[in-house]
Structures are given as structure tokens and as C-alpha cells.
């Protein structure tokens, strides 16, 4: 969802400063997705079909209606696709083998969540858009598939309950339904998914679901996405293993199955993104030399081949031989390396070392002309050969800057020298002559000895190619979009912007880089013009001034949140239903009984009534400095809740009935929590209990007959609520996965908030080796670039942990066999006695051993 929901989790790679290739200039093919009309007797009805490419009516297709999330809710046919199954059907168009119907529930004033239930008008139209499809197509009715996420998910479980022979299989993301309706599911095929880190719609919805399913009698599937989030459609559907389940869900048992979120590089959406705001200052990023090491490692494996590769100009010589003058022209030069690693690295004020590692380069000359008075030569190709014996370092130093919000990379020197055992130069093949006394041998010899003599040119040839290689690094310099920046510290269910970031200064010194950023923030409505856009400085620092740490740390002012949330308050979209927060609490400001008691005068209603209620930010929050020294202080100077009533079935709809005007001031202290070795969390913890502020009036419409208000105690309910959802909702406790840079990973190290910067730094996770067994482990450890080291002893009941952010090789010995494993950087690893007894061996550690950790004793050196 995007609107009335808070999408949890922090993705913090997304500010990291990624190489990301992408293809140029590719030829754009036509939308896959089309925007079609429904027409009934209430009129017009735009929906969005996708039909595969190579559609033929000759044979039967298999179709999958997919039902979108709240925050796509409207009438324009589109908004559906650019969230959900959109992007990725647009993705894999050439080779996705459904037809997809993705209707669009008109009806935006609902709970999010009950938008397609079965008995409302947006569902049977969808079921009757479907039937439509299907009459025009040429489909397989055994191969009907329902999906849908968030809301939709609540919508598949609900849909498919009403009439399950219909469907020959089902997928709900992220969603949840009535664990009553078990019964009528258990001859279904079922594979739900939901996100491990999912704030918005809890996992517990479809873990409830399967496992009443599964008590039912049925036997459904149910995936959690590790570190997913709310909106893991991507993950999911970009999937061979589901999308072959749902062309035979009866009959094909997937393998198993781990999905893990990872930060997305680059946008899926087409959705508009039109700037509303920019906000300057308003984000801080080190990349210390710790964290360059950590990019390096995997750097060689970004660079193309191509960027290595190419053409030289001709080049023209001249030479005396026993008195006679030749000319030379060595012709169709090419050259092509191959880049084992890269290493960058941050020295002096203003230079950033790129070092290139360059093995079996081959520069090949084609063909090569000697030509005198009297006499000439010609050849075939010569290879020279760099590199044989060893890597030969291209250097590269660079100055970066900015430039229109982008990171740029200016030359400021190179070096490459070839050790001349290194290097070779092969015979010419093919040698012609023309010319008394001119020999093939005297030739070949003479063309390879000027070139064995020309190794500074042939150096300065390759540093030619500097230029190229660092525009080609440049370009695929990228800032992501940081959607979900402010995730973590949001304390309220309401939707948030899209934020992109742009680079507005940087400085490097001996320690690695930093850099200032700014934040644009998308139009809430991005139908809707922007009258002018708002510009705000958030705070004065300068990229010189940042923490000159050796590791990756981020700082991030949370006075932008007010900005922001003043926008979503002019928009009119900061509001939810009291049933659609993750939070049980929050269903009390509709339950009959507990609003009589606040006011008296629901009694004349009796059990009939019926309420509503909907929470919505009113003004524009703010963060200061807290009452001491790390504290910070939300201060939401209006949210209100409005009530609702249905004095009776009769009634058709809702009418006003009072209005709960809240203040409210929350201190919170950011930590880092720490579950095990593997595992970080985010916490801001509550400083006591808020102070809240209720003021209640009756609606203006409204006549009240008993005008009696319980304030307390709906000052109470709003403190149990609201301890409900800060205890645990996404601005409690956030996830927060390793950030991954190829085969390395940095993971979170340190929290702190110093204003004007709430501040988190990455370290790197190390390698955890514990020995839970009686006798002593020996050990040799080799690293992604480095020879084995070792033997290393670990004795009985102690640990070596490794401070490496990449992975590393283990090798044991044990009598006539060698053991090798990889073992991943952040990993524990646990050396025992196997369950069903035995020698030891090494597996992943149970971390729950760790309630007595073992003594630490000294790491062997990487």
C-alpha cells in the first residue's frame, strides 16, 4: 500500500554509493501492460491487461487476475500497475506465460483493507471483467490463478473462499483473512508469502491463515522473505520456481524455496515522480577506507570487459638499418584486458586511489609495414602480452565533485609500469620480404627488439585508456532512491513520501570520503500539478565537517520529518482507519461498549450502532533535543480522531458523531540491539510514557441529548493505544540487514543521536569461530585475494572471531580428509559433535548456546 500504511524497515544501502550497470541505449518496445474499459450498468470501468507477446489463439493460456493494494485504489486503470506484479510483468514480457487481469477497486473511501472482499461491488466486478477476458481469449479455465497483495491479499483469502473450485491455485502477499473460512480452503493450492520485516500487515495475518489451514486439513504453503518488508511483489514474482508451481500447482513440488530482500538499485515503477520539495543538508554519508576495502573486494566483478577493450589509432615510425631509412606503420591495433581486482582508497585531501589490477592484458598489433628506398616488409599479427606472471597495477588517482546533484570523477594523474619480467612480446607471424638482404629472421628480430625497446610508449598506450575507463566508472555512479529513508524513526501508520537523494558536496581526506546530501520528495498525487515547489535548508553542515571515520556511517536530520509530514497533512492522504493499524488497541475507538463509557450518550442506540473511527495527522510533527543528553522528543501537536455512527442497520451510511483533537510529546532514545552474533535491530526506546493531551468535542452536526464526556478515559484509551503501537510497532524495533557489496557485507555497528544527526555507523561483521567441542580445532583460513594462512588452534569452550567484511576459506585437516567450506562474512560458525554422534564437524552455530558465551581469545590475522 501507499497510502495509509507505514511501510517498516530502513533500507540504508539504498544512500550508499553503488557502481550499478545499466544498459544504454536500448531499444524501447511498446507498454506490455494495456489500459482497457469494462463497461456495466453503472457505467465505465478501466482495468489493465497484460497479454504475453507470442499470444497465439491456436492454443490455451493460463490466466492470473491479481488484485492491487489500497494505496492503488481509483479510476484511472493505471496506478495498479506500477505497483505490484506491473513492474515485474513489464520486466519479463518476453517470457511471463500468463494473461493477467488486474482490475481497479473504485471505491476509495473504505478500510484499506476490506476494498475486495468478495461481497463488495469492486470484487464481483473484478470476477466479471475476468469472465469477460476470458470469453476474448483463449483460456485455460483449469489454469485460473488468484493473486493479490496487502489488500489484495485480504481479498484473495476472501475471494477464494466464496468459491474455491473456481481457482487452480492461489498466491496472497502480505495480506491476512477470517481463520473461520479454513474449512472451505483445503482443497485449494495455497503458496502465501509475507515479509519477516512487514509492520504494515504483521506475518502473524498469514501465518493464522496457513496454520488453520493446515488444522483444517489442507495442506498450503507459506514463505516468509527474509528481511522483506511491506511490498516484496518483486521479489516474489520474479521468480521461475513460482511461476512453474502455478502453471501445475498440483502436480509440481517446488524445491525449497529462501527469498531474501535485498536493496533494490534502480526503480521499477513508471509512475511519475514529480518534485514537490527539496529539502538541502539533510543527509550525511561516510565512506571510510574500511568500507571502500569492503566495495573493492567485489569491484573487479562490476567493470565490463569492454571497458578494458578497444581500438588504437595507427602508429607511425621510423628507423635506420645499415644506413637505409625505413618507415613503420604498425596497423589495426587492439587491445583487451582482464581486471582481478580493484582496490580504492582514500589518501590525502581531495585524491581517492583507484587501483586496477590488469592480468593477461594482450595489446595486438594486426599487421605491421617496414617500408624503404629499396626494400619492405610485412607481417601478420604480434601479441604483447602483460600481465602473465602476476597483476600489473593500473593506478588511477581522481578528484571527485558534484555536479547538478550527480558525483563526478576528474583524472588527476595515472601510472603503469610493467616489470619486465611480466611481459612479452611474440614473433610476427606471417613475415613477407622484399629486398635484397632483408630476411624474415632480421625482420621479426628487429620488430620485437624495438618494441622490448619501446615499453614506455606501450605503458603511456595503456594509460590512454584512463580517460575511458573512469567516464565509463562515472556514469554508472548512481545515488538510489531512498524511499524508505526515514522508515525507522516514522512513529505514525500513515503513508510516507518518495524521496530521492542528490549529492550537494563532498571532501575526501586520508580516511575515506563524505558526502552532504539533499532529499527531493515526489507530490503526494503525482496527477495533480505542484504549484511551487518548497525549498528548505534542514541544517548547515558541510562534507569537511563530518566524523572522519574509517567505516560507513550515516546521518540523517529528523527535522526533515517535518517538512515532509506538513505535506502529507496539504494533501489530505495522513489519515487511516482505527482497523487498519497494526495495532489491536486501536479497535477500541469502535467497540461499542468501551465508546459508551466515554460517551453516555451511544446508550441511546443501543446494540445496534455501529462505529467508525479514522486517525489523521492534523498538523506537521517535529523532533527536538529531548529532556537528556541522546534523547530525542516527538512532538505531534494535532492528530485527530474522528468518530462515526450507524445508529442502525437502516442507515446507509456513517454519519459524524465526535471528534478526539490529541497532543502529544514522546521522548525516545535510539539504541542498537544486538538478538545474537548475526542478527541487529534498530530501537528507538520510549523514554516513560507520552504526554497526551484529549480534547473531545461533539461533531458540529451532531445534536447530543446527554453531552457527558469521559475524558479520562479516552485519555487512557489513547495511551494504551499508543503505548501498543510505539512498544511495538516499526518505530520500536527495526531490522536492520547487512549492507552487501558483492561477496562483503558491512553490518551495523553503532547508534547515536547528536543533533542535528540521528547517526548509525556499519563495521565490518567478521567471522565467528566457536569451538563447543572437547578436543582442540585446527584451522587454515585463506581470504578472497590472499595465500592460506594457518594453522590456527582453537581450544575446547573458547572463540576466534575475524574482523573481515569478506568470505573466508576454511580448510581442517582431519586424518586422510580435508574439510573446505566457505564461510560467509557475519557468519557463525560452530564446531561440535554432530547430533547422531561422531567425529566433530563445523556447522552454523545455534545461537542459542550464546546465554554463556565462550572466552574470546586472540583472532588469527587475515
Known amino acids: 500500500m501507499r497510502q495509509g500504511m507505514l511501510i517498516a524497515g530502513w533500507r540504508l544501502a539504498i544512500l ?49 487476475m491479481f488484485l492491487h493494494g489500497a494505496g492503488e485504489r481509483g479510476n484511472d486503470g493505471n496506478l495498479q500497475v506500477n505497483v505490484g506484479i506491473g513492474p515485474v510483468l513489464r520486466k519479463r514480457a518476453a517470457n511471463f506465460p500468463f494473461i493477467v487481469v488486474m482490475p481497479q477497486c473504485e471505491d476509495t473511501q473504505s478500510r484499506y483493507l476490506s476494498g475486495w472482499l468478495q461481497d463488495t461491488p469492486d470484487a464481483q466486478r473484478a470476477l466479471k471483467i475476468l469472465a469477460s477476458v476470458e470469453k476474448e481469449f483463449s483460456i485455460d479455465p483449469e489454469k485460473r490463478v488468484l493473486s493479490g497483495w496487502s489488500m489484495g491479499g485480504f481479498g484473495t483469502w476472501s475471494i477464494a473462499s466464496a468459491n474455491p473450485k473456481m481457482w487452480s491455485a492461489i498466491v496472497p502477499l502480505a495480506g491476512g483473512g477470517d481463520p473461520a473460512l479454513a474449512k472451505t480452503l483445503t482443497e485449494v493450492p495455497i503458496w502465501a508469502f509475507h515479509g519477516s520485516n512487514d509492520t504494515a500487515i504483521r506475518p502473524d495475518q498469514s501465518r493464522a491463515m496457513i496454520s488453520a489451514i493446515r488444522v483444517a486439513g489442507g495442506t498450503p504453503r507459506l514463505t516468509e522473505v527474509t528481511d522483506g518488508e511491506h511490498d516484496i511483489n518483486p521479489i516474489v514474482f520474479d521468480n521461475d520456481v513460482l511461476i512453474g508451481w502455478m502453471l501445475n ?37 561516510r565512506l571510510g577506507n574500511e568500507t571502500l576495502d569492503a566495495i573493492s573486494v567485489s569491484l573487479h566483478q562490476m567493470i565490463p570487459r569492454e571497458a578494458l577493450s578497444g581500438w588504437i589509432n595507427d602508429i607511425y615510425d621510423s628507423t635506420s638499418v645499415d644506413g637505409r631509412q625505413f618507415s613503420i606503420t604498425f596497423g589495426s591495433i587492439s587491445y583487451a584486458g582482464n581486471v582481478s581486482r580493484v582496490r580504492l582508497n582514500a589518501y590525502r585531501q581531495d585524491r581517492l586511489n583507484v587501483a586496477v589490477a590488469i592480468s593477461n592484458a594482450v595489446l595486438r598489433i594486426g599487421g605491421t609495414s617496414v617500408v624503404g628506398r629499396s626494400h619492405s616488409a610485412s607481417t601478420g599479427p604480434i601479441d604483447i602480452v602483460i600481465g602473465h606472471r602476476a597483476p600489473v597495477w593500473l593506478s588511477v588517482d581522481v578528484t571527485p565533485y558534484i555536479e547538478n546533484g550527480k558525483l563526478r570523477l576528474k583524472v588527476a594523474g595515472a601510472s603503469f609500469n610493467i616489470p619486465w619480467d611480466n611481459w612479452y612480446v611474440t614473433a610476427p607471424a606471417g613475415v613477407s620480404v622484399n629486398g635484397f638482404g632483408m630476411t624474415r629472421e632480421r625482420v621479426s628480430q628487429g620488430l620485437v627488439d624495438g618494441l622490448y625497446g619501446n615499453k614506455a610508449r606501450i605503458e603511456n598506450e595503456v594509460m590512454a585508456a584512463v580517460p575511458r575507463l573512469v567516464a565509463e566508472l562515472e556514469r554508472k555512479l548512481e545515488l538510489v532512491d531512498a524511499d524508505q529513508i526515514v522508515g525507522a524513526i516514522w512513529p505514525l501508520p500513515v503513508y510516507k513520501p518518495r524521496i530521492r537523494v542528490r549529492a550537494e558536496d563532498i571532501s575526501v581526506d586520508d580516511k575515506g570520503v563524505s558526502i552532504v546530501l539533499g532529499t527531493v520528495v515526489a507530490a503526494i498525487d503525482p496527477n495533480k500539478p505542484v504549484k511551487s515547489i518548497v525549498r528548505q535548508r534542514v541544517t548547515n553542515t558541510t562534507a569537511g565537517a563530518i566524523n572522519k571515520s574509517t567505516v560507513l556511517s550515516l546521518g540523517i536530520a529528523p527535522q526533515m520529518l517535518g517538512e515532509l509530514s506538513r505535506m502529507l497533512v496539504e494533501s489530505g492522504v495522513a489519515h487511516i482507519h482505527v482497523l487498519d493499524i497494526p495495532e489491536p488497541s486501536f479497535a477500541r475507538f469502535v467497540d461499542r461498549e468501551v465508546m459508551t463509557k466515554a460517551f453516555p450518550e451511544l446508550k441511546r442506540y443501543g446494540e445496534d450502532l455501529q462505529l467508525r473511527a479514522e486517525l489523521s495527522l492534523e498538523q506537521a510533527m517535529s523532533i527536538q533535543n529531548g529532556n537528556s543528553e541522546g534523547e530525542l522528543k516527538f512532538q505531534l501537536p494535532e492528530l485527530k480522531i474522528a468518530i462515526a455512527y450507524k445508529p442502525n442497520k437502516e442507515t446507509p451510511k456513517f454519519l459524524p458523531f465526535a471528534d478526539l483533537k490529541i497532543a502529544l510529546v514522546q521522548g525516545a532514545v535510539p539504541k542498537l540491539h544486538r538478538p545474537d552474533f548475526e542478527s541487529r535491530m534498530f530501537q528507538l526506546n520510549w523514554t516513560g510514557d507520552a504526554d497526551i493531551k484529549v480534547t473531545p468535542t461533539f461533531a458540529e452536526s451532531y445534536k447530543a441529548e446527554n453531552t457527558e464526556i469521559d475524558n479520562e478515559h479516552l485519555t487512557e484509551l489513547m495511551q494504551t493505544s499508543w503505548k501498543g503501537w510505539a512498544g511495538h510497532g516499526a518505530a520500536s524495533q527495526t531490522p536492520i540487514p547487512d549492507l552487501e557489496f558483492g561477496i562483503a557485507k558491512m553490518r551495523l555497528d553503532e547508534v547515536s543521536w547528536k543533533s542535528p544527526f ?49 568470505p573466508l576459506t576454511y580448510r581442517q585437516r582431519s586424518g586422510d580428509q580435508v574439510f573446505v567450506y566457505t564461510l560467509a562474512p557475519g557468519s557463525h560458525s560452530e564446531y561440535r559433535v554432530p547430533q547422531i554422534g561422531g567425529k566433530p564437524q563445523l556447522f552454523k552455530a545455534r545461537e542459542e548456546l550464546a546465554t554463556k558465551p565462550p572466552e574470546q581469545t586472540a583472532a588469527p590475522q587475515q
Open 16 to 64: 550508499v554509493t553503488v557502481l550499478t550497470w545499466t544498459a544504454i541505449g536500448q531499444a524501447q518496445l511498446p507498454d506490455p501492460i494495456q489500459t482497457r474499459v469494462f463497461k456495466d450498468e453503472t457505467g465505465d470501468h478501466r482495468y489493465a491487461l497484460f497479454v504475453p507477446r507470442n499470444y497465439s489463439a491456436d492454443r490455451k493460456w493460463p490466466v492470473l
Open 249 to 285: 500447482p498440483k502436480t509440481t513440488e517446488p524445491t525449497s524455496l529462501v527469498l531474501r530482500a535485498v536493496p533494490t538499485l534502480g526503480a521499477t515503477s513508471r509512475e511519475a515522480f514529480i518534485p514537490a520539495a527539496e529539502l538541502s543538508n539533510a543527509i550525511t554519508l
Open 758 to 806: 540521528l547517526g548509525v555507523s556499519f563495521a565490518p561483521p567478521g567471522v565467528k569461530l566457536t569451538n563447543s567441542a572437547k578436543e582442540a580445532l585446527v584451522y587454515e583460513t585463506k581470504g578472497p585475494f590472499s595465500d592460506w594462512g594457518g594453522p590456527y588452534t582453537l581450544e575446547p569452550g573458547k572463540s576466534h572471531e575475524l574482523p573481515i567484511s569478506y
